[in-house]
């Protein structure tokens, strides 16, 4: 157990649905990261939040959002999904905000849209 | 935009010898760089970092070389152990992103 726990580890979904992934950060980290995995793919970087405020923003589609809450855990919404959008997701945490020490990352969620 | 880059998609090293992992990089910002190994059906573990201003660092079986020149590291292990399969994530941070390769698959045959 790596201390971050993500929920649920699979969704199978229906493209144009919308679903809510979620990460509670490993304890005492104020950084969370979403990362998303596609088949055989690197990790590629979607968003950052540091202490509930958007940090850092990557490749990630409008259809896609994500919050850091007061409590630190951390959602990503994806909606009106798509075919392509069968991915594994990570979320990632840090004590600090540039990762520099290293991230620990959840397990996953695999996401599936048939 | 491949700022970090792993063109070996897989590597096959007997037991015993060294592996060494490759990564090339485009971005000059980068403060640091990370190596993380992943198993199948568990999230990437850190595994050793190195700083822009070094050139190697080491942490007993595993050593990372950063080349700045070429803008290229490596990571080295030895010797290499069947749980030493896995594959291997390089990437780069710097300006509150961190940036992965596409990762490399290390198989270690006994």
């Known amino acids: 157990d790596s201390g971050v726990t993500q929920t649920p580890k699979h969704l199978i979904t229906a493209t144009g649905q919308r679903v809510t992934l979620r990460c509670s950060p490993r304890s005492g980290d104020l950084s969370v990261y979403w990362y998303q995995q596609s088949l055989d793919q690197g990790l590629q970087f979607l968003i950052q939040y540091y202490n509930g405020e958007e940090r850092a923003k990557g490749n990630i589609l409008e259809r896609f959002s994500a919050q850091q809450f007061p409590d630190l855990h951390s959602e990503l919404n994806l909606s009106s999904l798509e075919l392509g959008d069968s991915a594994l997701y990570f979320c990632?945490?840090?004590?600090?905000?540039?990762?520099?020490?290293?991230?620990?990352f959840g397990s996953g969620t695999r996401l599936t849209v048939v | 935009d491949q700022q970090v880059k792993q063109n070996s998609p897989s590597l096959s090293v007997q037991e015993g010898r060294i592996s060494i992992l490759n990564c090339d990089y485009t971005?000059?910002?980068?403060?640091?760089f990370l190596w993380y190994k992943k198993y199948p059906a568990e999230g990437p573990t850190f595994l050793i970092s190195i700083s822009s201003i070094k050139d190697k660092n080491e942490d007993g079986r595993f050593t990372v070389f950063l080349n700045k020149s070429a803008k290229h590291l490596s990571l080295h292990i030895v010797p290499s152990q069947p749980g030493d399969s896995a594959v291997y994530f390089c990437s780069g941070t710097g300006g509150f992103k961190t940036i992965f390769g596409a990762g490399t698959r290390l198989f270690v045959k006994a």
């Open positions: 990632a945490s840090s004590v600090e905000g540039q990762g520099i020490y290293g991230y620990t």
């Open positions: 971005n000059s910002m980068f403060d640091y």
